[in-house]
């Protein structure tokens, strides 16, 4: 087996978000995936294998210290740079095609980055008042500052407040423990003539429920994405900053196609490749 370490969605070297990749890990099961997992330490861990749909080019199993997940963007990124680094081809020329929890996923190359295409909301909506109230209490924001409360799940359950300001959006405090399975996000648009139009942040509990944060996270910038185009809160393009209260300098390029899909890219960079596991 090797392990791959790369960095996604880096607006400067090494402060992206971490993922390991492990090739060659057919032979390994859930519990020693998920083993692994909780030992490497990042947010996520892939196990790139051979596909079992016809038109995927490699399929990938998603875990994070506490259980799998069906779809995370960072890995999906990651993942395809290190199959594409490894020497994979894709079958159709300019289309990678992953399979993962939730199906298939095209990925594609542009303008030096790597793009997914976000796969459609499991679940949308506005959230309801109690579920309004423990996302406040959860991520620290102050309510005066909240636009939007909606759902914006593709795989992890994200619960996605819209605030005021960028400034709002890094004034919240969230609390130091929560339940498990909490994912919870904040959204602000930032001032005129910076890098990116919004500032993001995201939350989730770990195994031990304490609430981490996330440096930057694909999958929610994929619903976030699909919330503001829906809403016609932005058109066309645009960046995304993420990652900025945990020393991260994340960067996301969000697209809204001519067909009506969502594109999310990012910067993807090898740290460490083709290292020997003995598991």
């Not at 594609?108 to 909301?121: K, M, V």
């Amino acid at each position: 087996m090797k392990l791959d370490l790369v960095d996604v969605f880096a607006g400067s070297p090494l402060r992206g978000n971490p993922l390991a990749v492990v090739r060659g890990g057919e032979a390994l099961d859930t519990e020693q995936m998920q083993s692994l997992t909780r030992w490497l330490g990042f947010s996520e861990t892939t196990f790139l294998l051979p596909p079992t749909d016809p038109d995927a080019d490699y399929r990938v199993r998603i875990f994070y210290p506490a259980g799998e997940l069906p779809f995370a963007g960072h890995p999906t990124l990651g993942t395809a740079h290190a199959w594409l680094a490894a020497g994979g081809e894709p079958k159709v020329p300019g289309k990678i095609v992953q399979e993962c929890g939730i199906g298939l996923v095209d990925v594609r190359q542009e303008d030096g980055l790597l793009a997914f295409r976000a796969p459609p909301l499991l679940r949308e909506g506005p959230l309801d008042v109690a579920d309004l109230a423990e996302t406040i209490r959860l991520t620290g924001a102050d309510p005066a500052t909240v636009i939007s409360a909606v759902h914006a799940a593709n795989g992890p359950g994200w619960k996605l407040l819209h605030l005021s300001s960028a400034e709002a959006v890094l004034a919240a405090e969230p609390v130091a423990k929560a339940p498990k399975g909490t994912d919870v996000a904040l959204l602000g648009p930032c001032a005129p003539g910076g890098p990116a139009q919004f500032e993001v942040r995201a939350f989730f509990a770990d195994p031990q429920g304490r609430m981490c944060e996330d440096p930057v996270t694909g999958s929610l910038n994929a619903a976030v994405a699909q919330y503001l185009f829906g809403a016609g809160l932005a058109e066309d393009s645009y960046i995304a900053a993420q990652g900025r209260k945990v020393g991260a300098d994340g960067l996301v390029h969000c697209t809204h196609a001519a067909d009506g899909s969502i594109w999310i890219a990012g910067r993807v960079d090898t740290v460490s490749s083709g290292g020997a596991l003995s598991v």
